[in-house]
């Protein structure tokens, strides 16, 4: 079992930045890729970012690219994803997710998630 935990959401105004950090602790050997989805009011549930754990593939929603960027950091066991040039449309409850297939936790299919965290965009 993987257990994920989230952190870093709140509130900041429309161009504003946001870190947000998800912290991986259990058997680590069961995950190659940790990433990012998120889900708001009424809407499905969307990827955003991922990233391999032990290749540099990293992978963007068309929706952040430019504006999002997702880094890692193995030592700690922890996967960021720094947020820029904050919209309105980016409010959403931010979810952390781990799997052994990349494909799986783009097609939000990964095996461990976490509580997620909440961010607001709004002036």
């Known amino acids: 079992q993987v257990q994920l935990a989230e952190s870093g959401g709140g509130l900041v105004q429309p161009g504003g930045s946001l870190r947000l950090s998800c912290v991986a602790s259990g058997r680590m050997l069961s995950i190659d890729s940790m990433g990012w989805f998120r889900q708001a009011p009424g809407k499905e549930r969307e990827f955003v970012a991922l990233?391999?754990?032990?290749?540099?593939?990293?992978d963007y929603a068309d929706s952040v690219k430019g504006r999002f960027t997702i880094s890692r950091d193995n030592a700690r066991n922890t996967v960021y994803l720094q947020m820029t040039s904050l919209k309105p449309e980016d409010t959403a409850v931010y979810y952390c997710a781990a799997d052994l297939s990349p494909l799986q936790l783009r097609r939000n299919r990964a095996s461990y998630r976490g509580q997620g965290t909440q961010v607001t965009v709004s002036s």
């Open positions: 990233t391999r754990l032990r290749h540099t593939d990293t």
